[in-house]
Structure formats: C-alpha cells, structure tokens
C-alpha cells in the first residue's frame, strides 16, 4: 500500500514539474515574440521619425562587401564548377551535353546563388554584427550612447539592416556571375565551349521569371540577416560570454529563418 501512494505521489510531482517547465518556456516563447515585436517597431518608428545616418550606411555597406567579396568570388566558382561536374554525366548519356549551360544557369539563378551566398553571409555578416554589437553592450557602450543622447537605434542597427538588405543582392548577382564563370570552366575539362557560345546557350534558357523573384527575395535574406544578428547583439547579456552566444545565436537563428523565407518565396513564385 505504501509503495503504491509512493509511485502515486511520484508520478503526481513529475506531471507538477513538466507542468511548470512547460509554463516557464511557454512564457519565455511569448516574452521573446513582443520582445522582437518591439524591436521590430522600434526600428520602424526611428527610420520614419529621426535623422537617416548616412554616412554610417555608406560604411556599412563598404564593410559588407568589402569584407565577402573574396569568400563569395571563391563560392561562387566552387557552385559553377561542381553543378557541372556533376550534371555533366547524366546530360552524356542522353546525348543533351548542350543543355548544360542552361540548366547550370537556371539552377545558379534561381537557387543556388541567392541560398548559397545569403547562407555565406548570415555565417560572416550575422555573426559579425551580433559579436560587435553584443561586445558594445558588455563594455556599455550602448547605455553611454543612449545617456549622451545619441540614438543607438538610429546609429547603430538601421544602418546595418539597410546595408545588408541592400548588399545582399548586389552580392548575390555577382556570385551568380562568378558562378557561370566556373561552371564555363567546368565544361571546358571535357569539352571544348567558347565563352561567347556559353553564354549564348546559358541565357537562351534564363528569363526574366527565373531571375527577378531570386533578386527579389534575396532583399527579404539580406533583411533577415541584418535584423537578426543587430537583435542578437542589441540584446545580449552583460558577461562576456554572451558575445559569443549572440554571434553564435545570430548565426544559427538568421540561417534558419533564410531557410523559412526561401520556402515561402518559393510557394508564392510557384502560384504566379
């Protein structure tokens, strides 16, 4: 009898404990949904209403390219050569060989560019925005700009968000250039293909649907990437291990939601 009110009285704080850990993450989940509602407004509410730091903006955007273009040129040609490589095979026994420039093109154009390159720069960009602001509010210099009444909204974070919403897609065009440059390499291992019939046979197959909706959403990935890592940043905690975890956090949540956004934007491109 005393062993079965015993298992009774168990199973009665185990479903207590689960209860109340549900309610805590629960309440967490909630909490951190109109904590990113209001940064959100926030950073609506200072782009309409207060001076546009210009030249903040022009330095970020010079820090976002600058800092990619080599990662993104060597990614660039990497996706053109093994899209090739590895196309080519199947293409040789049905005797379509032509049809690779093409294919390569509209795979680079549609997909691969804009994911590849926005995931490249949520590792560099997100991280690097999360470390740097996350560094700025541990060493509070943020509380010293709001006490000097200097806007860290305004200076710090919509500069960043529009320097990738706008960066990501220049980017994102050139990888795709770079990338039908190494996918013309790739063929020319086995092949013989000039450059000017490369890219006569690529762009005779690309149009103008395959190539808006991808520049089009790599805005919303460059959005994405600039809101979440200046969050993650903005928000840190006070040790210096939170550096790390904003930039780490930053990097992990802005290529999640990139993920999100891209099917989404493939539903919507589908049904037009």
């Known amino acids: 009898m005393h062993k079965k009110r015993h298992t009774s009285d168990q199973k009665t704080l185990n479903q207590n404990s689960f209860l109340i850990l549900a309610k805590e993450k629960g309440t967490a989940f909630f909490l951190g949904i109109a904590n990113v509602i209001e940064y959100l407004a926030l950073i609506l509410r200072n782009f309409i209403s207060k001076k546009f730091e210009f030249q903040e903006f022009l330095k970020q955007c010079y820090q976002i390219g600058n800092k990619s273009v080599g990662l993104i040129s060597i990614t660039g040609i990497i996706i053109g050569l093994v899209l090739t490589i590895q196309s080519r095979p199947a293409l040789v026994d049905f005797g379509a060989v032509a049809m690779l420039p093409g294919m390569v093109a509209v795979s680079i154009f549609r997909e691969m560019g804009p994911v590849i390159t926005a995931l490249i720069c949520a590792g560099k960009i997100g991280s690097s925005m999360g470390a740097e ?120 949540t802005a290529s999640l939601l990139l993920i999100v956004v891209d099917l989404i934007a493939v539903q919507i491109t589908d049904l037009l």
């Open 133 to 252: 602001l996350g560094s700025m509010r541990v060493t509070e210099q943020i509380d010293a700009m709001e006490v000097s009444n200097t806007n860290p909204i305004n200076f710090l974070i919509i500069p960043r968000v529009l320097a990738a919403t706008i960066m990501i897609p220049l980017l994102t065009l050139y990888a795709d250039a770079i990338g039908i440059f190494g996918s013309w390499l790739g063929i020319n291992i086995k092949d013989d293909f000039s450059l000017q019939l490369f890219l006569n046979q690529a762009f005779s197959v690309v149009g103008f649907s395959d190539i808006f909706p991808a520049v089009i959403k790599t805005f919303f990935f460059g959005a994405v990437i600039g809101l979440v890592g200046c969050y993650k940043g903005y928000h840190a905690g006070r040790g210096t291990e939170s550096v790390g975890v904003a930039a780490n956090s930053a990097v992990v």
